[in-house]
């Protein structure tokens, strides 16, 4: 079997003959010519058949060739500024591995449910194929700049015995006789590893029983949970903002013919880099207010509030110092005013809503009693947390970025279920 080449290399094997394994994207008749779209997963290329230059066998075969046939191409790679990506395939021998049925999916307009019930077979199309690619490169870029910021990977467990954000959120499974829950977040067990390595973070699906039909939301989603010793609000702040950073100029080096097929503009986000500008909440009620959105004290943004707010400003813009009952039982209190919490939220630009939700712990032993009372939740589950501030406790803070919210932004797509391959909504979980 000859070697294979990936497409993402062509550049490398001008005028060389090349094997491509992979799958037919298109094909166009112009009787003597065959223009076949194959690509192998890295990418596409235009293979063409001359009918007196190839075998008759060859010609048949690209000639019957169906969308989406598994198929291997040899030719030689020609520059050709005409052609998709730049580069042609001058073909000699063409192969079927698997002549493909009728494709549900022809290349037309199809309705958005029609596509979701056929996602195994949408992400193959060249948009969906450039969206997943941009989530593997911020992925990426999250944990090398991580890994290279003195953070430490550690596993947190997908099924707890208790809540993290919100009781009302929870799935709930039967565990041997007890009552687990799908894990909201991975923040509680984090502060535990911080206390071990001093900046560890978690990586992983997280779940939210909501109701939610949102652009915006998903059931199943994923989010990288960074968590700090000694470090507070300003920290907190810091490290978000150099990390989104990070990760927004790594997918413009990396995924640039991703952002092109999606025809991202990305002047604008070249223009991410620090600082970020920073609001506190009552100046961010002061700019709802203004904005005809008035928003009673103590209450959190929805997502017109979080469009407005971002819509004000180039980059993703610092919301501080929420009032303490919209958020929850374990952020630390402003020491100047008792009514705020240290909580920070990160609000993309262009109607992209909270990458980032996180803030400064609450570190005294006394008060999380308290505040663990104030919420009605169960003292037996969290005494290992009340651990944490009993043996060496100290001012920590952390976030929580989403995955998928980040990915979204990025590619300036419509709606969350497009950055992950089988998105879970409400009423969804086929395929």
């Known amino acids: 079997m000859a070697e294979q080449t990936y497409l993402r290399d062509i550049a490398d094997h001008v005028d060389q003959e090349i094997t491509v ?4 994207y298109n094909r166009r008749d112009s009787g003597r010519l065959q223009f076949l779209l194959v690509r192998d997963g890295t990418g596409m290329v235009q293979a063409v058949a001359f ?15 169906t969308q989406e046939s598994s198929v291997i191409a040899t030719g030689t790679v020609r520059a050709d500024d005409r052609a998709p990506g730049g ?18 999916i022809a290349l037309k307009s199809h309705g958005v449910d029609f596509l979701m019930e056929n996602r195994h077979l949408w992400l193959r199309a060249p948009s969906q194929w450039a969206v997943l690619r941009v989530r593997a490169a911020t992925i990426r870029a999250i944990r090398d700049w991580l890994d290279d910021h003195g953070f430490l990977l550690v596993d947190t467990p997908i099924l707890t015995p208790a809540a993290c954000e919100g009781t009302t959120t929870l799935f709930e499974t039967e565990y041997f006789g007890e ?13 535990a590893t911080a206390a ?13 029983a909501e109701k939610s039909k949102t652009r915006r939301h998903l059931i199943e989603f994923w989010m990288v949970e960074p968590e700090m010793a000694y470090a507070d609000l300003d920290e907190c702040m810091r490290v978000e903002e150099e990390m989104v950073s990070y990760v927004v100029q790594s997918v413009l080096e990396r995924c640039a013919p991703e952002l092109e097929i999606l025809e991202r503009d990305t002047g604008k986000l070249a223009q991410i880099t620090p600082p970020f500008p920073r609001i506190t909440y009552d100046e961010a009620l002061g700019i709802l207010g203004e904005a005809g959105e008035p928003l009673p004290w103590g209450e959190d943004f929805g997502a017109p509030h979080e469009t407005i707010l971002g819509n004000r400003f180039d980059k993703p813009v610092f919301v501080h110092r929420y009032p ?54 169960p003292r037996e589950a969290f005494e290992w947390y009340l651990d944490l501030r009993r043996y060496g406790s100290v ?29 879970r909504t409400l009423g969804r979980i086929y395929p």
């Not at 374990?330 to 630009?349: F, G, H, K």
């Not at 970025?401 to 391959?421: K, M």
């Open 51 to 65: 009918q007196r230059e190839v075998p008759p066998e060859v010609w048949e075969a690209a000639s019957q060739v």
């Open 179 to 191: 009552t687990a829950y799908l894990s909201q977040s991975g923040q509680l067990y984090n502060e």
């Open 87 to 104: 580069y042609e395939l001058g073909l000699s021998d063409f192969r079927i591995v698997q002549l493909a049925e009728e494709y549900p």
């Open 395 to 423: 001012p920590h803070s952390g976030f929580g970025l989403g995955i998928e919210r980040t990915v979204a932004w990025l590619c300036d797509l419509s709606h969350i279920r497009q950055t992950i391959a089988f998105p």
């Open 21 to 24: 394994r992979g799958w037919l």
């Open 324 to 377: 303490s009952q919209c958020k929850a039982f374990y952020m630390a209190p402003d020491e100047n005013d008792a009514r705020l919490s240290l909580s920070v939220d990160m609000i993309a630009p262009d109607g992209y809503g909270e990458l980032i939700g996180g803030g400064q712990r609450l570190h005294d032993l006394a008060l999380l009693e308290q505040r663990l009372a104030e919420h009605n939740l």
């Open 196 to 208: 071990a390595f001093g900046r560890t973070y978690c990586f992983g699906p997280t779940f939210r």
